[in-house]
């Protein structure tokens, strides 16, 4: 069964920290690049960070050095630690295979977890 459970969004003030937590199913996540990806009212959906299976990871330049992706390759769970967080952070992110964004409108996608990020 295709299942992917984003978690771990919250409302932050400029300059806090969140880590989201994606539980994956098998099918999706085994020897897979994993990503995270958000998407804002009236903007497309972006990959902000994604990582290989032997860990080596990329990043949005936006989120460089304030966002860190890691996965846990024996529970099935890709995570996202958000530090520095900024306005513009604010977005539903959600958590999937790295796709070519050409498939981002077909492809499966969980509920994702909201973060807001406002004083």
């Known amino acids: 069964q295709v299942q992917l459970v984003e978690s771990g969004g919250d409302l932050v003030q400029p300059g806090g920290s969140l880590r989201l937590s994606c539980a994956a199913s098998?099918?999706?996540?085994?020897?897979?690049?994993m990503a995270w990806y958000r998407q804002s009212p009236g903007k497309q959906r972006e990959r902000v960070a994604s990582i290989n299976f032997d860990g080596s990871t990329g990043y949005l330049d936006s989120v460089k050095g304030r966002f860190t992706i890691s996965r846990d390759n024996f529970k099935n769970m890709v995570y996202l630690q958000m530090n520095n967080l900024k306005p513009e952070d604010t977005a539903v992110y959600y958590c999937?295979?790295?796709?070519?964004?050409?498939?981002?409108?077909?492809?499966?996608w969980g509920q994702g977890t909201q973060v807001t990020v406002s004083s």
């Open positions: 098998g099918s999706i996540f085994l020897s897979n690049a």
């Open positions: 999937n295979r790295v796709l070519p964004e050409r498939f981002y409108g077909n492809a499966y």
